[in-house]
């Protein structure tokens, strides 16, 4: 695999953050599917996170096969996704409502849909064209079952209209992406002037991620960039945007689904978080955690 420079600044110069936990058997198709799960699981497996030395921009270096990616995305199916639906749905509100107080437009993009919530909310709250981005062939079907149009399974093979969209967004998606400047030039391109991107993503910076490090649930195979407030303004006033809001999010689940994804497996924890998960009345029970992990930016095309 190849040294890369730095995807937001080319800068050469970088240190080592975490060491890869791959091994030769994670290149097989399925064991890289289960690594793409919109639905976080507590494998740990990614690749080595190096810091830009000049930017500061977080990233995967060196890169997997983008190719391998691709292919294990096409494959994701994530049925425990689905059983959280309602819970999500809370969040994917919270963001088109504070999206609307910027922009009440006609048509609306989300990159990287999924199975389609957020955009049957946005139809629901009367946007008459909403497009969807997917590469998952399952997600896809549901998406479209909720009468989302899908006009492609990547930025680049979509063939975007020029000034089209009022909104575009992205949630928990960029952190995905491999060329972040080349990603943003295409959505600028397709939206309409003055028309507003929205992002939602972790925060390398946040405190949480500094005091877990390695172990950090973010810390996954397919977030191949990293980003914190400071990079990605960077990156999208580096593309003439104009930053209007930027603010910390919590996310909605289950108790037990939280309980289930906290960083420690083995040992007395362990055993603590197996008993807790199978108590039944934890998994009715739900509530929001906002510990500054994850960010929502939205910025306007000047």
Not at 157 to 183: C, G, M, Q, R
Request: charged letters at 25%; one cysteine or more; aromatic letters at 10%.
């Amino acid at each position: 695999m190849k040294i890369i420079e730095c995807p937001l600044c080319s800068e050469k110069k970088y240190n080592v953050l975490y060491r890869s936990t791959l091994t030769a058997h994670d290149t097989n198709t399925n064991k890289i599917s289960q690594s793409l799960l919109n639905t976080l699981d507590k494998s740990q497996k990614h690749g080595q996170y190096v810091k830009c030395e000049s930017c500061s921009l977080v990233y995967v270096n060196p890169p997997e096969d983008l190719r391998l990616l691709i292919a294990g995305y096409k494959n994701v199916v994530d049925k425990t996704y689905l059983s959280t639906e309602k819970y999500r749905k809370k969040l994917s509100q919270s963001h088109l409502s504070k999206i609307m107080k910027y922009k009440k437009g006609n048509s609306i993009l989300d990159v990287g849909c999924f199975a389609g919530f957020f955009l049957e909310l946005a139809k629901q709250s009367g946007w008459k064209i909403v497009h969807g981005i997917e590469p998952s062939t399952w997600a896809k079907m549901i998406a479209k079952g909720r009468g989302i149009e899908i006009v492609g399974e990547t930025i680049q093979s979509a063939k975007l209209k020029k000034s089209f969209y009022d909104v575009i967004t992205l949630w928990d998606v960029i952190e995905h992406l491999p060329n972040p400047d080349e990603t943003i030039d295409i959505l600028k391109t397709s939206l309409k002037k003055n028309g507003i991107i929205a992002i939602g993503t972790p925060d390398i910076e946040s405190p949480i991620a500094k005091i877990l490090k390695e172990r950090y649930p973010y810390l996954v195979r397919m977030h191949i960039i990293l980003y914190s407030r400071k990079t990605l303004r960077y990156l999208l006033e580096k593309h003439g945007f104009r930053v209007l809001y930027t603010k910390s999010y919590g996310r909605t689940f289950p108790v037990s689904y939280i309980i289930d994804r906290i960083p420690f497996n083995d040992g007395l924890f362990g055993e603590i978080k197996k008993r807790l998960t199978s108590i039944k009345i934890l998994q009715k029970l739900s509530f929001t955690l906002n510990i500054g992990d994850s960010f929502i930016m939205i910025a306007q095309r000047k």
